[in-house]
Every structure is written in C-alpha cells, then in structure tokens.
C-alpha cells in the first residue's frame, strides 16, 4: 500500500505532520525538533543522509536541508566548488552548496506555499525523494574530486544519470 493511500489528508494538515507521517511510514528514524521542524536520517546506497524540513510561516516556505558529510583536503577545495556547479547545471528542482565550516555538502530546496496553499503528501514525498536521488547521483563524482584527484570533467562522467522507470 503505498503512502498516499493509508494517509487522510485533509486541508488543515501542517507540513511538518505530513513528513512525519511519511517518515514514520517508510520506517525512517526521525526527530521532531520542533512544531515546525523535523530531522530525519535516510539511507542511501552511498551513505546515510541527514534530512532537515522546515516550515517558514513567515514566508509561507517549506525548506529542504539534506547533507552529508565531506572533509576534502584543503588543495582540492577549489575542484569541490567546479564539480558542484557542474551538478547543479544538470539539475532543476534544487542546488548543492558546500559549507566548508560544517564541513557537509548541501542539497537545498524551498517548496513556497505562498497564498496559504498545502503541500500534498505526494508532493512532499517527491520533494524528499528528489533529495535522496541528487545526493546519490553525484556523489561519486564529489568523492573522486575530493579524494581521488580526478579532474571536475573527468569526475562528472560518473555522475550517475537519473533513472525512468524500474528494473
């Protein structure tokens, strides 16, 4: 059965209700941070990825956080930042950035609801499958960067390219 078919929704559902009920659902460990935030970890092929939603009522915003972790060697920070914008040309629905402080690459995203319109869970469960799929998909192409000194180009051939339909 999938989500949407056990899930009820109704008009008045908060955002954060619904990625808690699909966290819960695919048996995802979560953490209600608060009313308006969740924390979650998803596991990937690559590695667990760290998920963070949060709703901004202020700008009627719901906003996407999924990182993991990277400590790439100071010299190859510059080849970091060329791969990453090569990743981000090839996508549409969100964008890496490196916080090199945190030490995480980011993938980032912000669903505007403006005008009080509600998210669908299938919505929500694509804007959190999207996530996992970008961070999966390039990856490897960030960790022969980072640490097998391959070229941004050369890398970039790795990039996983985004699958249609199931095998």
């Excluded at 308006?36 to 700008?59: F, K, N």
């Excluded at 549409?92 to 490196?98: L, M, Q, R």
């Excluded at 509600?118 to 799929?133: F, N, P």
């Amino acid at each position: 059965m999938s989500v949407s078919e056990e899930f009820h929704l109704s008009d008045d559902l908060h955002p954060i209700d619904i990625v808690e009920d699909i966290a819960a659902h695919r048996d995802w460990e979560f953490d209600r941070v608060t009313d308006d935030q969740i924390a979650m970890s998803v596991e990937g092929q690559w590695r667990t990825y760290s998920l963070t939603l949060a709703w901004s009522a202020h700008d009627e915003t719901l906003r996407l956080l999924c990182t993991f972790e990277m400590e790439p060697p100071d010299d190859r920070e510059a080849a970091l930042y060329d791969v990453l914008n090569r990743c981000n040309d090839m996508v549409w629905n969100g964008a890496f950035t490196w916080w090199a402080e945190q030490k995480l690459m980011v993938w980032r995203y912000g669903l505007c609801l403006a005008g009080g319109q509600s998210a669908a869970l299938e919505q929500i469960d694509r804007l959190i499958g999207g996530a996992v799929m970008a961070a999966e998909r390039f990856y490897p192409a960030f960790q022969l960067v980072a640490w097998a000194g391959h070229t941004p180009a050369d890398a970039m051939k790795v990039a996983i390219a985004e699958a249609y339909g199931r095998a």
